[in-house]
């Protein structure tokens, strides 16, 4: 029985190999697992994504199952709570962003009707595929997250820089990093430019 190969950053730990196959690079375009990914990746700044994975469970169940309505209603006792919750990162600004991007998720909502189509413009509808060889680094921005980290900051999010929304777009597979010697890399010919 042969081994799969996997990007790198995947090994060494069961919960980011399983994210790796299951997850991260393929396409999401539900409004409320974008906010979801949205919050985690502010949550990680500074931070490893396998500190997150292994709280996930934990802001699911204090973030209201990442509902932004009930996270918009969030005040100062939900935020006393969250302070004191080891399930979350307990970090006051990432907690206060988290609540204020669920305003703004909720304001953009309304003005273009889905959070989705809104965050796949940065990417005109369609995956970016890059096919990274074994060993090359990965961008940690693009043009495209430069953009939506501007355009998100304007409409009043918080925790949402060009490294954050890159992060986010590889996780909700706008991006496509997968390296070309991974199993769950797409096939050659995909691929499109920056």
């Known amino acids: 029985m042969s081994l799969k ?8 730990d069961p919960l980011l190999t399983a994210y790796h196959d ?17 919050i985690l990746e502010g949550a990680q700044a500074g931070l490893s994504w396998l500190t997150i ?33 080891p399930g979350v ?9 988290a609540i204020k991007n669920a305003k703004a998720f909720l304001t953009l909502r309304e003005q273009q009707g889905a959070f989705a189509p809104y965050l796949w413009s940065f990417v005109d509808g ?11 680094p990965l961008a940690a921005t693009s043009p495209q997250s430069d953009a939506m980290s501007k355009a998100l900051k304007q409409k009043g999010f918080t925790f949402a820089g060009s490294t954050i ?10 991006v496509n990093d997968h390296i070309r010697e991974c199993f769950r890399a797409p096939p050659a ?5 920056w």
């Open 5 to 12: 190969s996997r990007c790198p950053w995947s090994l060494g």
């Open 22 to 38: 299951t997850e991260w690079g393929v396409p999401v375009h539900d409004d409320r697992v974008l906010f979801e990914f949205l």
């Open 53 to 85: 994975l292994k709280r996930r469970d934990g802001y699911r169940d204090a973030f209201a199952g990442f509902d932004p309505e009930a996270i918009a209603r969030f005040g100062p006792r939900q935020v006393r709570s969250l302070m004191g919750n």
């Open 89 to 97: 990162i307990r970090n006051r600004l990432k907690i206060e962003g």
């Open 126 to 136: 369609r995956p970016i595929v890059n096919r990274p060889r074994r060993g090359d």
């Open 165 to 174: 929304c890159h992060a986010f777009m590889q996780a909700t597979g706008m």
């Open 189 to 193: 010919g995909r691929s499109r430019p």
